[in-house]
């Protein structure tokens, strides 16, 4: 019954492969995002969708690409990845594109890029 | 640039007192700010909302306050319990998404 599910759990890839984050959330929410947990535990902004349309893109690099084919879902792929794209990845949800009845995250990806 | 600053990176406080976390802002005007939870492995989990109009908010053993002259917020877990320890994160809000902040470790001993 998990409301806001991310898969993988763990990735472990090498420099320069190409790899997908799913996320889906049963909520109903109409936005959904992705941040990025650095080692310093920041928790920061990439993207946000509201009724599958960007309408955030921090100064992220082209490689990362989110797709959303519906509401539902938002899914992060990521191109010739480096070292230092190594962190958590948390998927989060919200009704209303303002958040003000609060975020709900998924578990989060651990994403090392070796 | 904006800023969102967690007081320390670490409180430890023992069972049964008050904690107190802070959070201050610059070049930032929130129309809201939010407390979350985050227990390592997981991700942050909701715990309260301060709308830029009000001063204080309580729910059960929390209370948040908000001071939008002194660009503050406090956050208090009265009674505390080793249960509380666990990462505290405040987010401010009113644009398209939230800001965080870095984040207060807190660990209650018995």
């Known amino acids: 019954d998990t409301a806001v599910s991310q898969t993988p759990k763990y990735l472990v890839t090498q420099m320069g492969n190409d790899k997908s984050i799913k996320c889906e959330q049963n909520?109903?929410?109409?936005?959904m995002y992705w941040y990025k947990q650095d080692s310093k535990k920041f928790l920061k902004i990439m993207f946000s969708y509201n009724n599958k349309e960007l309408i955030i893109n921090e100064t992220v690099p082209n490689r990362f690409s989110p797709k959303s084919p519906d509401k539902a879902h938002l899914n992060l792929h990521i191109n010739s990845l480096e070292l230092g794209d190594s962190a958590v990845y948390f998927c989060a949800s919200s009704q209303g594109d303002r958040g003000i009845n609060g975020y709900t995250f998924g578990s989060g990806t651990r994403l090392t890029v070796v | 640039s904006q800023k969102i600053e967690q007081n320390s990176e670490a409180l430890n406080i023992q069972e049964g007192k008050t904690a107190t976390l802070t959070c201050n802002y610059t070049?930032?005007?929130?129309?809201?700010l939010q407390w979350y939870r985050q227990d390592p492995g997981r991700g942050p989990v909701f715990l309260l909302l301060i709308r830029e109009n009000e001063k204080e908010k309580r729910k059960e053993r929390l209370k948040v306050t908000f001071d939008t002259t002194l660009k503050q917020s406090l956050f208090h877990i009265t009674a505390s319990q080793p249960a509380d320890s666990a990462t505290y994160l405040c987010a401010l809000g009113g644009g398209n998404d939230m800001r965080f902040g870095a984040g207060t470790r807190l660990t209650v001993k018995p």
């Open positions: 070049n930032y005007s929130p129309a809201y």
């Open positions: 909520l109903g929410h109409d936005t």
